[in-house]
């Protein structure tokens, strides 16, 4: 009986379950991260057994949280590669143009299948009438968001010259497969990760070991602990029905959110670039406390920061960015967070999200162009100013956070309803004893996310100082800590499905 339990449950831990799937704060991830960091170790000088092995880890990985896609990953790396190789041997005007055309028609195709079939299809549906289109719902590979936007940067830097084509195909599904950044980002640009898969050794000194441990418990902590914990306990219940609740409640939930997503897609982040630094890879940041922000374009340089560079690198500047005039500018501003809140997903709130944002950041541009004397940004801007435009930037990012949030645009009226006519702030006190786990952790994650820089290297430089036996006695706390507020079955990152 033992033995056949125990051959059962090896037999899951290799076999794709759909309600299981692989995360980084599963404790099977752990334990398996474990065993391959372990091993790693051993392959410090073996560069092209390193490679093999860090992509059959990383395949494993992607088929562990979407099945047979990951031979979706395979074909995007080989297509990619392949298309990239023949252009640079392609004289420029002859025929590269069609070459990049056919990468970001490959790319899009399989994004614009397996993400919007569905939502095109329903669009149809309603306008012509039901049973127009048969409806099929399409699986959503995980991740395929994120990989398909990094191999469109890889083709389009060798089309434009800036990046010399590959010319292994390992080296290149390493790059697209690499599992920290896999399903969730950041997406990483080939120019600043392809120098760094061949370092002969890999180096992965004490301040990196140091980084990473502590990337990884922060991570861990708000992700795990904050995110999940008021998702299930309370902004859960806020947005299944917001007519249940006062205004006062449903603005609460709303922060709750804003906080929620922050932690839970920052959190997985700060775990991903933890984890690279262990394996010796460095990912750029992704998050810079964006609820700092004063205004609506210096939120976009801090949240996000892999995709909203890639949207204006790879999009806003190939539509001409502001080179064509300032009305042009604000249309290109306006389509590139359209285009940008699709990416995100395939409903019309999102579309919605992605307008709001458009239209906040080209009147932003207006106002710095018609007062160009007025300094919105950094230090130079005076503190009781910009304080007012930290809770003014705030509560615009909010604002969009509840079409990110609620299921239907019903939903949405109905939050924004309960906040305008039925406010009872007077229930302020009951609310707060009755959710006091929930509103301790909003507090305690919004204090720290304001704490200022210095307040994040003082933090960072301890963590690096530590000795081993601190770092393992932190994680058994963190770990002991996710137990205790943990809910039955584990959360998935918001981001995982994208």
Same mark, same amino acid.
Do not use: Q
């Given at each position: 009986m033992e033995i056949g339990l125990s051959l059962e449950n090896l037999g899951s831990m290799f076999a794709y379950d759909a309600s299981q799937p692989l995360i980084?704060?599963?404790?099977?991830?752990?334990?398996?991260?474990?065993?391959?960091?372990?091993?790693?170790g051993f392959l410090r000088r073996a560069t092209m057994a390193r490679i093999v092995y860090v992509i059959l880890f990383s395949l494993y990985f992607y088929y562990k949280s979407s099945g047979l896609y990951f031979l979706l990953l395979i074909f995007a790396a080989t297509s990619d590669f392949c298309i990239a190789r023949v252009m640079s041997r392609t004289p420029k005007g002859c025929g590269r143009g069609w070459l990049m055309?056919?990468? !970001?028609?490959?790319?899009?195709? =399989?994004?614009?299948y397996f993400k919007y079939t569905n939502f095109f299809v329903g669009i149809a549906n309603d306008l012509v009438g039901d049973g127009f289109l048969e409806f099929k719902n399409?699986?959503?590979? !995980?991740?395929?968001?994120?990989?398909v936007f990094q191999s469109m940067s890889y083709t389009i830097d060798v089309y434009r010259g800036t990046l010399k084509p590959l010319t292994n195909w390992l080296d290149y599904l390493f790059y697209l497969s690499f599992f920290p950044q896999l399903v969730?980002?950041?997406?990483?640009?080939?120019?600043?990760?392809?120098p760094q898969i061949r370092q002969n050794p890999i180096r992965v000194t004490r301040t990196m070991f140091g980084m990473g441990v502590f990337l990884i418990l922060c991570?861990?902590?708000k992700k795990a602990v904050i995110s999940d914990y008021i998702s299930a306990n309370f902004v859960d219940r806020i947005f299944d029905d917001p007519t249940l609740y006062s205004g006062f409640e449903c603005l609460m939930g709303v922060y709750g959110y804003a906080l929620q997503i922050y932690c839970d897609f920052s959190g997985y982040s700060d775990m991903a670039i933890g984890i690279a630094l262990l394996l010796g890879f460095r990912f750029p940041r992704n998050f810079d406390?964006?609820?700092?922000?004063?205004?609506?374009?210096?939120?976009?340089r801090r949240w996000h920061i892999s995709l909203s560079s890639w949207l204006r690198d790879y999009l806003y500047i190939s539509l001409g960015g502001n080179r064509k005039g300032k009305i042009r500018t604000y249309v290109n501003l306006l389509l590139t967070m359209l285009l940008g809140g699709l990416w995100h997903g395939a409903a019309l709130r999102f579309v919605l999200w992605g307008g709001l944002h458009g239209v906040a950041l080209a009147l932003h541009k207006m106002w710095m162009s018609a007062f160009p004397k007025a300094k919105m940004l950094g230090s130079e801007m005076k503190w009781g100013w910009r304080i007012v435009g930290v809770v003014?930037?705030?509560?615009? !990012?909010?604002?969009?956070?509840?079409?990110?949030?609620?299921?239907?645009m019903q939903k949405v009226g109905d939050v924004l309803r309960q906040i305008a006519t039925n406010f009872n702030p007077q229930i302020a006190p009951q609310l707060v004893s009755g959710y006091a786990g929930v509103f301790l952790l909003m507090g305690i994650g919004y204090l720290l996310h304001l704490v200022p820089r210095r307040g994040d290297r003082f933090a960072e430089r301890t963590a690096v100082? =530590?000795?081993?036996?601190?770092? !393992?006695l932190l994680a058994a706390a963190m770990v002991w800590l996710v137990m205790q507020v943990k809910s039955a079955d584990i959360q998935p990152f918001i981001y995982f499905q994208f």
């Open positions: 980084f704060n599963s404790g099977l991830f752990l334990f398996l991260f474990a065993a391959f960091l372990f091993f790693y055309f056919l990468s !970001v028609a490959v790319n899009l195709g =399989m994004l614009g399409i699986f959503l590979p !995980v991740g395929i968001s994120f990989f969730a980002g950041p997406i990483v640009r080939a120019r600043d990760f392809i991570g861990l902590f406390a964006p609820y700092k922000s004063a205004t609506i374009t210096e939120f976009w003014f930037t705030f509560h615009v !990012v909010c604002f969009g956070w509840l079409f990110f949030r609620a299921d239907t100082a =530590m000795p081993l036996a601190a770092h !393992v």
